[in-house]
Nanobody, 121 residues
Framework: QVQLVESGGGLVQPGGSLRLSCAAS????????MSWYRQATEKERELVAR???????NYADSVKGRFTISRDNAKNTVYLQMNSLKPDDTAVYVC???????????????WGQGTQVTVSS
């Protein structure tokens, strides 16, 4: 069975840091693009950061220079290092895995349950 299990969320003051982890199992992790999304109350789900199977990265403009996504294929884990946190970063952060493009087959798309990040003084 496929599992994506997030950890590392919590309550931090503005300007603080957190590192989120997403432990994956049940699929060939190294062939999947991995992403972090977030959803705040009454807002649409937002793509925060993505790292491809090649290691290429993309970030939302709102987090560029503050957040860093990375992956460790040996541990089947993707990370999100969050620095200089702001109250607007408060959201549920969810891990996503997007599968490789295969002929005559739909790409797989897996989601974790999410971890709460709250930035408040």
């Amino acid at each position: 069975q496929v599992q994506l299990v997030e950890s590392g969320g919590g309550l931090v003051q503005p300007g603080g840091s957190l590192r989120l982890s997403c432990a994956a199992s049940g699929f060939t992790f190294s062939t999947y693009a991995m992403s972090w999304y977030r959803q705040a109350t009454e807002k649409e789900r937002e793509l925060v950061a993505r790292i491809g199977s090649s290691g290429s990265t993309n970030y939302a403009d709102s987090v560029k220079g503050r957040f860093t996504i990375s992956r460790d294929n040996a541990k089947n884990t993707v990370y999100l290092q969050m620095n200089s946190l702001k109250p607007d970063d408060t959201a549920v952060y969810v891990c996503n895995a997007y599968g490789p493009n295969q002929l005559f087959k739909l790409r797989t798309n897996y989601w974790g349950q999410g971890t709460q990040v709250t930035v408040s003084s």
